[in-house]
């Protein structure tokens, strides 16, 4: 699965009398945002050429090439992806064709199909047709606009719509909640191309950034709290906003002072934030005072805030207490029902739990368990303190009743400061892109691992060091 936002207008192409890379490049001068190259009636030497043509000219662009159908055109010319119908190769030899980094988008046809989608490892569906069109002949009855909202509500994935889209009913389209549209004729058979892409991107609805509020601690160090997120909710794709509740002052080797942020300062930053930037979800770290717990519950029950991901620390990684005895308190009673998922560790489950001790790997189901139904809330229980070289995190979902292993290897490091925190922000980004919430805890499970393998062979300061948050940037 990719970072990539799906969003804006696809041009899908089609044969032409004029050459394929003038109508393109005008598209792109337009404001296309994917280029889909379609090319069921061409042989293979021929599409290849044109697919080599095309990606050349859109590198450097940031706009996606996708080629329908062929998996190994995609490879041969290291295409950002490929779009497949119900009947081409099956998504999954794909992926593994692909591997993780590269779009795939699929094709559906009726309800049953979007439902399905959910499960498989794609990056988007495209809904087809919409409308009626001559350009989609041989597929099944058109969504209509109704259908198309029903699809768009039942699917996981961010959509795509095709079929039957022109200039005088994009708007209408865009409307049942489509991530994007594409066309085909509207822009390859038009007499300007970029004049035609245009007008179409006109009506559709601004970028958006997925945005996630990050209320926490400052921590100088640079490998946990608010610095530790504003590099996670980055990396992983979304827009870092913050609000801080307490500057601290520490290293690898441990904290030295905090010094709290006023009550009315704290409270200013989360309304500038949410008054005019609003936010997709809030993932909320160290909360140090009993005060800070109640401003930060009465404003998001005010904001009706509801996609939260609460990581409860309450202690640091060097043993630093971070937490009040009274805040505790009022953070099981007040916050932590308000959170959609709490990621405790072990040591802060004990204390949610009143001292219920858990030592092995088969005391964690029954305890994210207990927590879940305790405070009302699903529970994702980090294995990170056992001492088997395998850890299972697991991961209660309260509105299923589910639960969720989440295995990896331990990692023999000491940069692990910060991780409860990368965790936590990525989970918390992975929801607001709108992943379920099993798929956006394995999402972080997978972002926060590949942190700390990449971040073991580097040395920072004499302590616990930090996990590489960029960690595709540095291999």
């Known amino acids: 699965m990719t970072n990539f936002t799906i969003h804006g207008l696809c041009v899908v192409t089609a044969e032409s009398k004029r050459p394929l890379t003038s109508i393109i490049a005008a598209a792109i001068q337009g404001g296309c945002s994917m280029v889909q190259l379609r090319a069921k009636n061409m042989d293979t030497c021929a599409m290849l050429e044109q697919a080599q043509q095309l990606k050349h000219m859109l590198n450097g662009t940031h706009i996606p090439l996708i080629i329908n159908d062929r998996v190994d055109i995609a490879l041969a010319v290291d295409a950002d992806g490929v779009h497949l119908g119900q009947s081409d190769m099956d998504v999954h030899i794909a992926r593994m064709l692909l591997g993780k980094d590269k779009i795939i988008g699929l094709s559906v046809e009726n309800l049953e199909q979007v439902q399905q989608a959910n499960t498989l490892p794609i990056d988007y569906i495209g809904i087809s047709p919409i409308l009626s069109t001559p350009t989609k002949t041989d597929t099944a009855q058109p969504f209509g606009l109704d259908g198309t909202r029903q699809a ?17 009913n994009i708007a209408d389209v865009m409307a049942t909640g489509l991530n994007a549209v594409a066309v085909v004729s509207e822009v390859m058979s038009a007499d ?3 004049v035609a892409t245009r007008a179409l991107v006109n ?7 997925h945005r996630v509020l ?11 709290g608010i610095q530790a997120d504003i590099k996670t909710i980055s990396a992983c794709g979304c827009f870092a906003t913050s609000a801080i509740t307490a500057v601290t002052a520490q290293n690898t080797l441990g904290v030295q002072a905090i010094a709290a942020i006023p009550i009315p300062v704290l409270e200013q930053q989360i309304r500038a934030v949410l008054d005019d930037i609003g936010t997709d979800a809030v993932k909320i770290g160290m909360l140090h005072s009993e005060e800070v717990v109640r401003v930060v519950s009465r404003l998001l029950k005010e904001y009706a805030i509801t996609n939260i991901v609460l990581d409860p620390v309450m202690v640091s990684t060097s043993g630093h207490r971070l937490i009040e005895e009274s805040a505790i308190t009022s953070l099981k009673q007040e916050l932590l029902p308000l959170a959609r998922v709490i990621t405790p560790n072990i040591p802060e489950a004990e204390i949610l739990l009143d001292g219920q001790s858990l030592t092995k790997q088969h005391d964690l189901v029954a305890a994210a368990r207990e927590l879940a139904h305790r405070y009302g809330v699903s529970v994702l229980l980090k294995a990170g303190h056992l001492t088997e070289e395998q850890l299972v995190d697991i991961l209660y979902d309260i509105t299923t009743e589910q639960t969720y292993q989440l295995p990896s290897m331990r990692v023999h490091t000491r940069n692990t400061h910060g991780t409860g925190c990368t965790l936590s922000s990525a989970l918390a980004s992975f929801l607001a892109k709108g992943y379920a919430l099993p798929d956006a805890a394995k999402a972080a499970k997978d972002y926060i691992n590949a942190a700390i393998v ?7 300061g004499n302590g616990f060091g930090a996990v590489a948050h960029f960690h595709h940037w540095w291999q």
């Open 192 to 194: 300007n191309p970029e």
């Open 203 to 209: 009506y559709l609805p601004p970028f958006r950034y």
């Open 454 to 460: 990449a971040g073991a062979k580097y040395q920072m």
């Open 214 to 224: 990050t209320i926490a601690g400052s921590d100088s160090g640079g490998g946990a």
């Open 152 to 168: 768009v509500a039942l699917s996981l994935h961010p959509t795509i719509g095709i079929g039957g889209i022109h200039l005088h």
